[in-house]
C-alpha cells in the first residue's frame, strides 16, 4: 500500500492530520515524505495511506510536490523569507525643522509674563519669612 | 471562628511560620482537577495543572501538547478520530 507517489496521512505528532507525499522507501519501517508537512523521515505506522496516488519520481523535488499538490486542490504553503523590507524614515526628520522656529516665538512671549510677574514675585518671598521667625521661637522655648 | 467562607473545604489550610515565631493558619486556593480525554476519559500527560493563575503564567507550549487536539484528547484517541476522517473523505 505504501509506495512513491501514495498521498497519506500523518496521524501522530504536531504533523497529524496533514496530507503528504511519500517520496521514498528507506526501509522495512521508514518512509521519507513531503508535502502539508515538512519534509522529513517517518514512521510507516505513523501513516495513514489514502486511496490517491501522485505521479512524482523517487527523491522528487518540492517545486514538482507543489505541482502535485496543486492538481489535487491542495495548495502548499511556502515559507516566508527570514529579511524584513527595509522602511525609510524619512519623515520623522522633516518634522524637528518646523517646530524649532515655532519653540522659538514660544520662548519670546513668556519673557513679557516674567516681566508682568516679577512684581507678583515680591510678595510672595515675605511669606516665607514668618515662618522662618516661627522656627527660631521654638528653638528659643527649648 | 474563622470567616464563613473559610468553614468549608474549599480553601485548602496551610500553617505558616511567622517571623516573630508563631504559626499561623493561612487558606489558599486548591489546584484544578487533572485534565482527562474527552473520549476515553484517561487522565492527559503532558497538561500543566495548577491553580488558573499559576497555569496561564506558563508559554502556550508549556501548557499543553503541540499536536492538534492537545490537552483535548488522549495521543490515542486523536489517532483514531483523524484516522475515521481520513477513510470517510477518501
Redesign the interface.
Known sequence: MIEVGRIC?K????D??KRCVVIDVLDSKFVLIDGQTRRRKCNMLHL?P???TVKISKGASRDKIVSAFKDLGIELREKKSKKPAAKPKKVRKVKPKATKPVKQKVVAKPVEKKTEEVPVSKPAEPKTIPKKKAVKKVVKKE | MPAMRFRSRTFRRVFVRTPGGETKLTYKKRKNAKPHCALCKAVLPGVARGTKTQVRALPKSARRPERPYGGQLCSACMRKTIVAKARNQA
Open positions: 496521512v496521524i501522530a505528532g504536531r497529524a492530520g495513514e489514502l486511496a490517491q
